[in-house]
């Protein structure tokens, strides 16, 4: 019984609207058969209905409907860019506040400031250039910890 209905469906799909009428048959054991002839037995003639029409405004409305589907997507993954990328700045700038509130710490603890020359002796700021040299640092923290 299944394989007649299953054969049916088989032959009901492959149906074109070439295809004038479809015979089902029973078979005198009952079993079910799908043919596009007249079988030898008892046969009633199944005339599939036609497919129906597509509206134009149907399809219209779909294409429309995907299309603002598709810019929804796109605003969307648009907005998760962007915030990945605030995101990622706002990292960058909190890292950046971190080393000039560091570098601020360390210049206002130490006493004297100085740098390397190239043959590796010290070579000590004068006051004015300290004085500078801290206002950079606290420039520096104004900029990246607002």
């Known amino acids: 019984m299944k394989s007649g209905w299953i054969a049916g469906m088989l032959l009901l799909s492959a149906w074109t609207p070439a ?3 479809i015979y089902k048959c029973t078979s005198a054991g009952g079993e079910v058969q799908y043919s596009d002839k007249p ?6 003639i199944i005339k599939p209905a036609a497919a129906p029409d597509v509206d134009m405004h149907v399809t219209e409305r779909r294409q429309r409907t995907e299309k603002l589907l598709h810019a ?8 998760q860019r962007k915030e990945a990328k605030a995101e990622a700045e706002q990292l960058q700038r909190r890292k950046k506040c971190a080393r000039a509130r560091n570098r601020l710490t360390q210049l206002n603890a130490s006493g ?7 043959d590796g002796n010290r070579e000590y700021f004068s006051e004015s250039e300290r004085v500078a040299i801290l206002e950079k640092a606290q420039v520096d923290v104004a900029h990246w910890c607002d």
């Open 19 to 21: 295809a004038a009428e």
């Open 112 to 118: 004297r400031l100085f740098r390397f020359t190239e």
């Open 39 to 44: 079988c030898a037995g008892q046969a009633t």
């Open 72 to 79: 929804i997507e796109e605003e969307r993954a648009e907005g």
